[in-house]
């Protein structure tokens, strides 16, 4: 009798490690995917714009999966350039469409990036709980997400970016006063001057919201021109007379976002790595996601509306940039002001007008209002990791508004840059929102 108490208690147990639980996806599962791509992103060095189309084409992979299986949300389809509705499972019975969302998004930026074994260590982690703790699930899951991800990636791979790599390298004017020209301390060549040349997300070109020129080039101390580049000097030399502890140096540094800033020290020059401006929204984008607890498909809607926006806003902004091929404020105040004078911020390499994180943040801050409303208060601690305090804003307008002055005060761009800039992110993003009515009305249902 004991012995046949032993085997059904055995058998019983055995029974017990048989069954296998649902697979359970959360919003934290998709803010880790995110968030290792940024930290891939950082490592690897990748530049603003080419960081933008990193961010958003995964998240569309994701996004669609999503669209698929959640009534509250539809497809993108029909609103996103050249996109085509992605495969429906042949069967779909045991897929978890959110874990294949996931995996459409971890699959497909590892695609995008340098460091594939750094995403590699995150998959594999997962992957490995997931067919432990329900083997079918997991495989029919995840088979139709690498569907999705080859669907999504023929429909990438059409966007021009693979024909602008081995297009021309920007050529510097020297013979023109007005034009940019390389800035200390590594005098790095004008990084994507091609970018205008990929194929846009919902605008319908790069140069749908062209902005107005910056003020004609005059060195005539009465013309507007040269009031501005003044007015970042005189601005540049009164708040550093207040020491590194004074607010409008905290602001340039918070919002700095140079993904690579080259230090000198005596014989010595290495790199320190940041974000990018794109990655910093998207990092917001994230706060606000937890703020509210949205669920997995809000998550994923809030990601991928904003990175549309921030993408086509790249596409826009360096339009404009190699278009006027403005000389940036160091070069002028170096040589005809004060040749000792160096901005707060590192000048990055690219010309002046429009200012990238103005339109990115006008852009970004708009779609993000017209999911979370006016009067969205939040606290941004995206800089946190790289030594900086968390910085509160009663809203993102406030936030946008901030981004765009920080690069007066860090003394890389001229007021016509960061105003008409932001106005044309704002412009380009109230564009998106009108054009993509990703979340179904739930009360006219």
């Known amino acids: 009798m004991k012995k046949l108490l032993i085997i059904a208690s055995l058998m019983t147990f055995l029974s017990s490690c048989s069954k296998s639980e649902p697979i359970v996806i959360s919003p934290e599962d998709m803010h880790a995917s995110v968030d290792k791509v940024t930290e891939i992103m950082i490592h690897d060095i990748f530049s603003p714009p080419v960081s933008s189309r990193i961010f958003v084409y995964p998240n569309i992979a994701a996004y669609e999966i999503t669209a698929l299986y959640d009534e509250n949300y539809t497809s993108l389809q029909g609103s996103i350039t050249g996109l085509t509705s992605i495969p429906k499972p042949n069967n779909s019975d045991g897929i978890n469409y959110e874990l294949s969302a996931l995996v459409a998004h971890m699959e497909l930026s590892q695609k995008l990036i340098f460091s594939e074994e750094k995403m590699e260590v995150l998959k594999d982690s997962l992957y490995q709980v997931w067919e432990q703790q329900n083997s079918k699930e997991f495989i029919a899951s995840k088979a139709y997400g690498l569907q999705v991800v080859n669907h999504i990636s023929e429909w990438m791979d059409n966007d021009n970016y693979k024909q602008t790599r081995t297009m021309p390298k920007f050529t510097v004017d020297i013979d023109d006063p007005s034009r940019w020209q390389p800035t200390p301390p590594s005098y790095m060549g004008g990084i994507e001057p091609h970018w205008n040349k990929l194929r846009p997300f919902v605008i319908d070109s790069a140069q749908q919201f062209k902005p107005i020129p910056p003020p004609p080039f005059s060195m005539e101390k009465k ?46 020059m290495f790199a320190t790595k940041k974000i990018t401006p794109g990655a910093h929204w998207i990092g917001i984008a994230k706060i606000a996601s937890r703020k509210t607890n949205s669920n997995f498909s809000k998550t994923l809607y809030v990601y991928t509306k904003s990175s549309i926006a921030i993408a086509d806003a790249f596409i826009s902004c360096w339009d404009e940039k190699y278009r006027s091929n403005l000389i940036r404020p160091e070069t002028l105040i170096n040589e005809h002001i004060d040749d000792s004078w160096k901005p707060v911020l590192q000048t990055p390499p690219f010309p002046e007008y429009s200012s990238g994180h103005s339109v990115v943040s006008g852009a970004a801050s708009t779609v ?14 995206t800089e946190v990791s790289y030594g900086l305090p968390v910085r509160s804003f009663s809203s993102f307008d406030e936030a946008a508004d901030e981004a765009a002055i920080s690069r007066m005060y860090g003394g890389i761009h001229y007021h016509a840059a960061v105003e008409i800039g932001v106005k044309q992110g704002r412009d380009l993003g109230k564009f998106v929102v009108d054009q993509l009515n990703m979340e179904v009305n739930i009360s006219s249902k």
């Open 368 to 381: 993000l209002t017209s999911i979370f409303g006016n009067d969205f208060a939040f606290d941004d601690n």
């Open 223 to 268: 013309s507007a021109f040269y009031k501005e580049l003044k007015e970042v000097y005189d601005i540049s030399n009164e708040i550093t007379g207040k020491g590194d502890e004074s607010e409008e140096i905290q602001i340039a540094r918070f919002w700095d976002c140079n993904p690579y800033v080259s230090v000198t020290r005596g014989h010595l």
